[in-house]
């Protein structure tokens, strides 16, 4: 029997170290990234104490959200966002992760429904330019972040991050590109969350500045893509 308590006993104290190492004293939130795994595995980790899950598979998603609606669950939305799932993704998530073009973030604001709280968004950056990665240039960070504040059903909170393996100093770079925003526009009073790290990189992520850790393996286990899900 998995044990999901020592699991993510594990990476609470992980964190904490990696807070300790940074002299950090400020919260960092941990999201359960839940993909591949099962409404059991999900409710095991509530039971814990954990709120916060994250899932990238829209459609695994909704039908999660739709199944564990007796649990209080803020759903965070991490995958890629693509231009015709935004409606979906603005009726049944409380953050989305991966906003990396304007256009998102306007549809996302016109299609959450008025009765919600404003959707959470974090701007993607591919802060290394990888070619393969999502997430937008650093250089455009500024002139969406312009735009992105002004749309009436959003809270802009931040930025996130994916790095290549291994390149802690990417870290670094967000939070400094991160602090020049919050420099910049002062009056932007929901700019707090820096959504950087991973089950093997939460280490450096936290050290620099992460207050967001965004953890699947660690905390459930490997995944198994092959399962019908
Ligand atoms: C899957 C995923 C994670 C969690 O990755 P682990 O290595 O399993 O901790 C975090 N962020 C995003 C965007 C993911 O897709």
Redesign the pocket.
Known sequence: MYDFSQARNQVLQQIQNACDTAHRSDQVDLLA?S?THSHDAIRAMYALGQRAF?E?YLQEACAKIDALQDLEIQWHF??HVQRNKTKLIATHFAWV?GVDRLIIAQRLSDQRPEEMPALNICIQVNIDGQDSKDGCDPQDVMAMVEKIQHLPHLHLRGLMV?PAPNNSEAFFQTQKLFREVATRYPMLKSWDTLSMG???DLLPAVEAGATLV?????LFGS?DYSQDR
């Open positions: 990234v993909k994250g990238n991490i995958g992760h994916i991973m089950s093997s965004r953890v699947g393996t660690a995944r």
